[in-house]
Nanobody, 128 residues
């Protein structure tokens, strides 16, 4: 069983940068693809970006293209989401998710059902 714990959320001002992290335990981290999702108040959870076990990054969601990026440190079982030029509309709970190794289907990374484990989320609030 894999456990995921996000950290690094908080209250920031528009234009600030913030890095949230997710630490995994209980599995072979380097074999898992990792995804980041977010859920804003009153909205459905949406995909942000993902990264394969070997560090290959997927296309980010259009809403964060050029603004957010993902990285991972397999030695530390950690994946990071770097968020730059934050806007009030980026306010959400940010979740990381892990996908056990298996065949990649087209568009797998944006599909919540493709992920096997989820963290509890970390709140990011961006003030205007």
């Amino acid at each position: 069983q894999v456990q995921l714990v996000e950290s690094g959320g908080g209250l920031v001002q528009a234009g600030d940068s913030l890095r949230v992290s997710c630490v995994a335990s209980g599995g072979t981290f380097s074999t898992y693809a990792m995804g980041w999702f977010r859920q804003a108040p009153g909205k459905e959870r949406e995909f942000i970006i993902a990264i394969t076990g070997s560090g290959g990054r997927t296309d980010p969601a259009d809403s964060v293209k050029g603004q957010f990026t993902v990285s991972r440190d397999n030695a530390k079982n950690t994946v990071h989401l770097q968020m730059n030029s934050l806007k009030p509309e980026d306010t959400a709970v940010y979740y990381c998710a892990a996908r056990r190794p298996r065949i990649y289907k087209s568009g797998w990374y944006a599909n919540e059902s493709e992920y096997d484990y989820w963290g509890q989320g970390t709140q990011v609030t961006v003030s205007a």
